[in-house]
């Protein structure tokens, strides 16, 4: 892959990576881990914004829940968007995560 013409695929490829290797080892979490999700993003020279096109900033709210996020790269005009579902396991109090980029 030619790093400065990435390939949509690529980058898609390159941030579920990032969030596979923060969530695969880990089967449960004390929260949910938004900030090195994030980071396995912009590792990808990505970013998660809001519907102003600003850079994510927020709090996610529940025991039990998904939100989507638009994911904005400059190499491409379509956007691509991350999933996060999350759910607190009454018993130890820790949460179980769902995170891919489509």
């Known amino acids: 892959m030619n790093n400065q013409n990435p390939s949509r695929e690529g980058v898609r ?3 579920n990576k990032g969030i ?3 969530l695969v080892p880990n ?4 929260s949910v881990p938004v900030d090195e999700i ?3 993003v912009r590792q990808a020279g990505a970013l998660v914004v809001q519907e102003d096109g600003t850079e994510w900033g927020g709090i ?11 994911v904005v790269h400059s190499s491409f005009k ?4 991350l999933h996060l ?3 607190k396991r009454e018993g130890s109090g820790r949460y179980e995560i769902v995170c891919y980029v489509s």
């Open 60 to 70: 996610l709210v529940g025991n039990d829940s998904d939100a989507n996020f638009e």
């Open 85 to 87: 579902a999350w759910y």
């Open 20 to 22: 596979n290797e923060i």
């Open 78 to 81: 379509k956007s691509f968007y």
């Open 38 to 40: 994030w980071q396995a």
């Open 13 to 15: 490829r390159k941030m």
């Open 27 to 30: 089967l449960t979490f004390e």
